[in-house]
């Protein structure tokens, strides 16, 4: 193959004889390569075609699906986060109510207990001590949200203990007063005979009067001088209708010549309750009752503790 090449003024020009493989490879470089690339262009563009189409229509939906679920789940978590500082705030005020309940509580129990000042300080926890320990705490640190309410769940309690300590303070003290032989067996009447020698007035010999006389107005309240357990509740002897009460640490009572009897053996009756009415039965020349106290099995003068004063 012969070419001709000519010069940009037309004047030289210049001949060439090109080979019949060179004419080949001439060829398919001016014409091979682009096709190639045209062909392959077309390919990619036919492969890539569907999956343009799902991501603008498929892929899009299901993203915008997962962003509204995951919406929806962060507002779940929001709410339920508020409904539970929504609640622990009411349960910290609970508590500091019941605090403050508790403490006022426990200052008027205080003062009707007349305890010693600072023996109850119901504004500081109880005393504690205690060697120092090797082991490590926990590193964990509570938000302080939570650790107000565990300080005021933890005030509580120590509250709730000092209170249960002064519980136990004064129902020992109320048991030791409701023992505590002291005051006369009638709400009204007065002293008719003392313990001790006297004229019998029966047959006007000396006698010995075991116990003391409360005269007064028939069926007038007999009433206990301390608590205590009933052990005779009954006609006996010279005593007509008689109760007898056990009070305990060796001290008994006994309450004579009633018209009647308004206990019965066993039953547990506190100081000033009424056990019996007022009468004349027995070895008697009218209504009285006769009051009677042993100690441990030995009849002592009740006068003693007739007049004694509470503890």
Not at 134 to 159: C, H, K, V, W
Not at 201 to 224: E, L, Q
Not at 232 to 241: H, N, Q, T, V
Request: proline fraction near 3%; include cysteine; aromatic fraction near 8%.
């Amino acid at each position: 193959m012969k070419v001709i090449l000519v010069g940009k003024n037309h004047s030289t020009t210049r001949s060439l004889t090109v080979g019949t493989w060179s004419v080949v490879l001439l060829s398919l470089c001016l014409f091979g390569v682009p096709a190639v690339f045209g062909g392959y262009w077309l390919w990619q563009a036919s492969q890539l075609a569907p999956e343009r189409e799902l991501l603008s229509n498929g892929s899009r939906e299901a993203w915008q699906q997962e962003l509204q679920r995951q919406k929806g789940e962060i507002e779940k978590v929001q709410r339920e986060a508020r409904e539970k500082v929504a609640a622990l705030t009411l349960r910290m005020a609970e508590l500091q109510a019941r605090l403050v309940r508790l403490d006022a509580l426990g200052e008027r129990l205080t003062n009707i207990a007349k305890l010693d000042k600072g023996e109850f300080d119901f504004s500081h926890a109880p005393a504690v001590g205690g060697p120092e320990s090797n082991s490590m705490g926990d590193a964990y640190q509570t938000p302080e949200f939570i650790e107000a309410i565990n300080g005021l769940t933890a005030q509580i309690e120590d509250r709730e203990q000092q209170l249960e300590i002064l519980d136990a303070l004064l129902a020992k003290r109320k048991v030791e007063k409701d023992i505590f032989l002291a005051g006369r067996p009638v709400a009204k009447g007065w002293m008719s005979s003392r313990y001790g020698r006297r004229t019998d007035p029966f047959n006007g010999k000396i006698a010995w009067h075991n116990g003391v006389d409360f005269a007064g107005k028939m069926g007038s309240p007999i009433i206990s001088v301390a608590a205590g357990v009933i052990t005779w509740a009954g006609e006996r002897s010279g005593y007509g209708k008689l109760v007898e009460i056990n009070h305990g640490e060796g001290f008994s009572t006994r309450y004579a010549h009633n018209s009647e009897i308004k206990v019965k053996v066993g039953d547990v009756v506190k100081k000033g309750h009424q056990i019996a009415a007022m009468g004349s039965s027995g070895r008697s020349t009218g209504p009285h009752v006769h009051f009677e106290v042993y100690k441990n099995g030995r009849a002592v003068d009740p006068a003693s503790y007739i007049n004694r004063t509470h503890r």
